[in-house]
């Protein structure tokens, strides 16, 4: 209707212009509404960032906005189950578009080729062209697909709901929706590239349809399930589409993705994010962006020996992950031969492709600037820091990674979800103390007090006594440490002791004493997800929104929303719990 303020979801129709790009990488599916859906949340920053919602929306939930949000995403896909055991529908209840599941390479599946993979719980909703470009939006827990592992190892297809089969069911919860708002909002806000949660709708029983938009959400495993097929006809059409949505050539396509996943694979190791990064580029977006939070796990420390235990195999671990991203970018270079030429060489002759040296320069490149960005020098510096004193930034890096690195002699212990061998050492409580010790006056700081400020909770008595050679290595980092800032003086042509205080007041928000990690995650989702119905979407959204902000981590990028006064209860005192548990949790996985 003429001025209706919401007119723009009705777009979001099951079209897409990669199902014209490329037909054959989609299974498409009719869809009934789900009538007994509501509202858990609702993004209301990123559907004004997307012009879903006009710009001076309040963050309030109306008639039309509800009814809007629900007739465009709670839906449920009629499966090729449903048809085959004639499953009744009202016909009032039937959905006019077709929604896509897309063929993308898993791991999970027989053979190396993606024939039978992709989407095995989700599908697109749409892309809509926003203020400053398009948009991708897609759903989970919309029902079973035939792309999903279930139907590959049983060779059956399955019911939605189903739990006889793993990977089977095609329904999401309430508390993943959450955990991936949570997560997802908070890597933004800290400038992390990752999909992110739209909607959360709850469904009952505690199962719920999660809406996720992004800039772009093809995956590299999208080109990986045609070139592993040679199917060079295909890999070009998506190479165009792909250029038409981000802007690079198919020419310059394995360079793009070099850049990206250097500074993705540096990101995750420096923010201790483990996002399972394989070789199939499944749990990645194009732009190194992270998707599909419940692979995800965000560390409080750098535990390097953690595994995730899939069934019948072993994830990656942190220190793995910048060799899967090599080993993607090395795809790409044969990937950008097979779009340009039509023919490409064998992988292995990829190995030392120009992509691939780009790569490990980059890469380097990357480590070195975000271990001086969580000292805390700002950007400007730690530029002139890397172009003019590279040795000593490494040789602080050296020093750093020593203890960052040190594991417990206890070794490997199973965890809920896998193994791990804890991390002993908090350097991030390092060089947040260290500064504001020395501008207390305090030129060294003794070896033992020096680890009672780096042991964790994971340390053992005998691993927080300051031996020869750990006294050893507590002055070397204090001399490299100060060397750094010496040199950021002398480039900034100010005392060290101006730059100490703007490395310590920075350094207090980036380092800050209790960080999300994944355990916090899924305590805060399951919190939330209690909450939801008594809270309502407003008081649900003001929550996280405060939440979010009081663990942004980039002090550019950080404010402090009040909350509002329309709140149905107390949020301060569910606010407060939810803090506590990242405090509590500050450590862990």
């Not at 509800?66 to 009202?90: M, Q």
């Not at 490395?503 to 380092?511: D, G, H, L, T």
């Not at 107390?570 to 506590?580: G, I, P, Y």
Request: aromatic share 10%.
């Amino acid at each position: 209707m003429p001025g209706d303020p919401y007119v723009r979801f009705r777009s979001l129709d099951g079209s897409h212009p990669l199902r014209a790009a490329l037909p054959e990488g989609c299974v498409t599916y009719p869809a009934r509404r789900v009538s007994d859906a509501r509202i858990a949340w609702f993004n209301f920053a990123l559907a004004r960032e997307m012009g879903l919602i006009p710009k001076g929306h309040l963050d309030r939930m109306d008639d039309g906005l509800r009814d809007a949000i629900l007739d465009t995403f709670a839906i449920r896909i009629v499966n090729e189950w449903d048809v085959a055991n004639r499953t009744p529908i009202p016909v009032d209840a039937w959905k006019t578009g077709r929604y896509m599941a897309t063929r993308y390479l898993q791991l999970q599946h027989p053979g190396r080729q993606g024939r039978t993979s992709g989407d095995g719980r989700s599908v697109w909703i749409g892309c809509i062209d926003g203020p400053d470009g398009a948009w991708d939006v897609s759903a989970c827990g919309t029902g079973v697909t035939a792309l999903c592992p279930a139907t590959a190892a049983t060779r059956r297809f399955q019911r939605t709901g189903g739990r006889s089969v793993s990977y089977g069911c095609g329904t999401a919860s309430l508390q993943e929706g959450f955990a991936a708002a949570v997560m997802s909002e908070t890597l933004h806000r800290n400038g992390i590239a990752t999909e992110r949660v739209l909607a959360i709708l709850d469904v009952g029983h505690g199962f719920a349809i999660n809406v996720r938009a992004g800039r772009n959400l093809l995956r590299p495993a999208h080109f990986m399930t045609w070139s592993k097929r040679r199917d060079a006809d295909a890999v070009a059409r998506l190479a165009r589409y792909h250029a038409e949505r981000s802007g690079v050539a198919p020419a310059d396509l394995a360079d793009a993705i070099a850049s990206e996943f250097a500074r993705a694979a540096a990101t995750f190791e420096s923010e201790y994010l483990f996002v399972w990064l394989d070789w199939d580029g499944d749990n990645i977006l194009m732009d190194g962006g992270i998707l599909d939070y419940g692979s995800v796990r965000q560390f409080g420390l750098y535990h390097r020996d953690y595994r995730y235990d899939d069934d019948q195999r072993w994830s990656t671990t942190l220190p793995e992950q910048w060799r899967k991203a090599r080993h993607v970018v090395q795809n790409f270079a044969q990937i950008r031969d097979l779009a340009t030429t039509g023919r490409a060489k064998p992988l292995e002759a990829y190995r030392r492709d120009r992509a691939v040296r780009r790569f490990e320069g980059e890469l380097a490149d990357w480590r070195l600037r975000l271990l001086l960005r969580r000292v805390g020098f700002p950007h400007d510096l730690a530029e002139a820091l890397l172009a003019r004193e590279r040795k000593k930034v490494e040789r602080f890096g050296a020093a750093h990674r020593w203890f960052e690195h040190a594991r417990s002699a206890k070794g490997l212990r199973r965890v809920e979800d896998g193994i791990t061998r804890n991390a002993i050492y908090s350097t991030r409580d390092l060089l947040r103390e260290l500064p504001r010790r020395y501008l207390a006056g305090e030129s060294t700081v003794p070896a033992q007090e020096f680890l009672d400020l780096a042991a964790s909770t994971y340390a053992s008595r005998a691993e927080r006594v300051a031996t020869a050679s750990r006294t050893r290595r507590a002055t070397r980092f204090q001399k490299t440490y100060f060397d750094l800032v010496q040199a950021a003086a002398a480039i900034a042509r100010v005392p060290a002791r101006d730059v100490l205080f703007e490395v310590a007041a920075r350094s207090a928000i980036i380092n800050r004493w209790a960080r999300i990690t994944g355990d916090a995650a899924v305590h805060v989702a399951a919190r939330l997800a209690r909450m939801s119905r008594r809270l309502g979407p407003d008081a649900t959204w003001a929550l996280l929104v405060r939440f979010v902000e009081e663990h942004v981590t980039s002090p550019e990028r950080r404010t402090r929303p009040a909350f509002g006064s329309r709140a149905p209860i107390d949020l301060k005192r569910v606010f407060d719990a939810m803090v506590a548990d990242v405090e509590h949790f500050r450590y862990g996985l």
